[in-house]
């Protein structure tokens, strides 16, 4: 069992349940609060200002959860993944690392699991946790599809967003309770609570793809909430998802393995 508290920075509701799942794995989880302008400011004033906006939110998330009072670095572990390929983003945890260092957090562990190692750091549970945490994923792609289908024709402006974090809190609990079949429950719930979302489709509407780098694509901070902007201009988004940059991340490893 690991003891060290786990922080997961949150890049997407996706992080709830895969901190849910460690934690019924034996892993105190949690997730970091939602990036914002102070997170943004710190990112900016401790980078060199050449990365990416992704990599500005997650050193400031891990910082500030680091100045918190109270915070210990000895006690502490972050959960950032990595990644190879052209993007930065398998730099983020050698420029992490380095942030803590200059700052006296050294102690702060900071694991990147990846593909390559077969995501080692899990431990003895590792198989359990990647099926869990697999679930888990999708789930949370198809509750973010739901709510695109349903919140532009809402009767009842709120009442899609309110089905959504009923269903999140669901799944997060059918998650930290091992997934699987209690998982398939919660979306079963999922699908009856937004059938309960009084919709009006008389007038269609567009329907908007959006696409792109996976952090900008599903952190509404960083992408400034585009879902609501496109729904109040008058259309419907159909959002790529997180399994898109698995997949990705999936098909170049087996190309580098041939």
């Known amino acids: 069992r690991m003891t060290r508290a786990t922080f997961i920075p949150m890049m997407s509701d996706h992080a709830h349940t895969v901190a ?12 970091l609060p939602a990036p914002d302008l102070e997170t ?5 004033d401790l980078c ?6 992704p990599c500005f939110f997650c050193v400031g998330d891990i910082v500030r959860c680091c100045r918190q009072p109270g915070f210990d670095p000895a006690t502490a572990r972050f959960l950032l993944p990595t990644g190879g390929g052209p993007c930065r983003f398998g730099q983020y945890t050698v420029l992490v690392r380095d942030v803590l260092e200059r700052l006296g957090l050294g102690q702060a562990e900071v694991v990147s699991p990846a593909a390559e190692d077969g995501y080692k750091f899990l431990g003895e549970n590792a198989p359990r946790i990647r099926r869990q945490s697999w679930q888990a994923l999708v789930a949370v792609d198809l509750l973010t599809k739901a709510l695109h289908e349903h919140r532009p024709y809402e009767v009842e402006p709120g009442q ?13 609990a059918a998650c930290e309770a091992g997934a699987g079949p209690r998982l398939v429950e919660a979306m079963a719930w999922t699908a009856r609570r937004f059938q309960e979302v009084k919709v009006d489709r008389s007038e269609p509407r567009p329907l908007i793809g959006v696409l ?3 952090y900008v694509l599903l952190n509404v901070q960083s992408n400034r909430d585009l ?6 201009a008058g259309g419907e988004v159909l959002l790529g998802t997180l399994m898109d940059w698995l997949y990705f991340t999936d098909w170049r490893r087996q190309t580098l393995a041939v």
């Open 20 to 31: 849910a799942v460690l934690r019924g794995n034996g892993v105190p989880a949690q997730v």
């Open 40 to 44: 943004l400011n710190i990112g900016l």
């Open 227 to 232: 879902a609501r902007q496109i729904e109040a």
């Open 212 to 214: 792109g780098e996976v």
């Open 48 to 53: 060199r200002g050449r990365e990416c906006l």
């Open 160 to 172: 899609a967003d309110l089905a959504y974090r009923d269903s999140l809190e669901r799944m997060v």
